[in-house]
């Protein structure tokens, strides 16, 4: 059984298109994350959801939406893509972290790799 | 801004020896964990070493973590074909525990 699922893996569309990439974890985690891998690797946090609550928005793109419609799944929707968001998307969900939870420790989904032409 | 930097960028050894990997950071952390990511996979959890720890061990991987220098090592010993992988130091903010903030990953190639 996967645990952080996240589909689809391979993504290539034109400049200018909207696309939706989907997660979804089955290890009763309270907390789920996008992160952005460019192509040197460096690996940025996008965003973080805690029980369908957003905690964390970096500065990123009001193109990027991120929606969790329940505590196992962290969709995001991009708007009018551009080629700079061309990278690969990693989901990740971890226990709650913080000094009223434990260290956060994520789990990572394969990854989706989005190429805009 | 970045706060996990690994050295060095690329590391190429033969089996059997060992592979070091150094990442410093910036700030006052709860905790700094290691992960590896192999070709077009997901990153994975390797070991997490927290403020108050100066050293953790896990099977062939030994951690060591300095805060006064903000600095920490990761050693793998034995090295095997299968260790070839991106390995990334991930921080904790004392301040921001939630954001885990990576670094871009020392690429280790193990050749047999």
């Known amino acids: 059984d996967t645990a952080v699922s996240q589909t689809p893996k391979y993504l290539v569309t034109q400049m200018g298109n909207d696309k939706s990439i989907k997660c979804e974890q089955n290890l009763g985690h309270d907390t789920m994350y996008w992160y952005k891998q460019d192509s040197k690797k460096f690996l940025k946090i996008m965003f973080s959801?805690?029980?369908?609550?957003?905690?964390i928005n970096e500065t990123v793109p009001n193109r990027f939406s991120p929606k969790s419609p329940d505590k196992a799944h962290l969709n995001l929707h991009i708007n009018s893509l551009e080629l700079g968001d061309s990278a690969v998307y990693f989901c990740a969900s971890s226990l709650a972290g913080g000094p009223s939870g434990g260290a956060n420790v994520l789990t990572f989904g394969a990854g989706s790799r989005l190429t805009v032409l | 801004s970045q706060q996990g930097e690994e050295d060095p960028q690329a590391l190429s050894i033969q089996e059997g020896e060992n592979a070091t990997m150094n990442c410093s950071y910036k700030?006052?952390?709860?905790?700094l964990q290691w992960y590896r990511q192999n070709s077009g996979r997901g990153l994975v959890h390797l070991i997490l070493?927290?403020?108050?720890?100066r050293e953790k061990h896990s099977g062939r991987l030994r951690v060591t973590l300095d805060t006064s220098k903000k600095s920490s090592s990761l050693l793998i010993t034995a090295s095997r074909a299968a260790d070839t992988a991106s390995y990334f130091c991930?921080?904790?903010?004392?301040?921001?525990?939630?954001?885990?903030?990576f670094g871009a990953g020392t690429q280790v190639v193990v050749t047999p």
């Open positions: 991930a921080t904790a903010r004392s301040d921001s525990w939630g954001k885990l903030q």
């Open positions: 700030t006052s952390i709860n905790n």
């Open positions: 959801y805690n029980n369908k609550e957003l905690i």
């Open positions: 070493i927290r403020s108050n720890e």
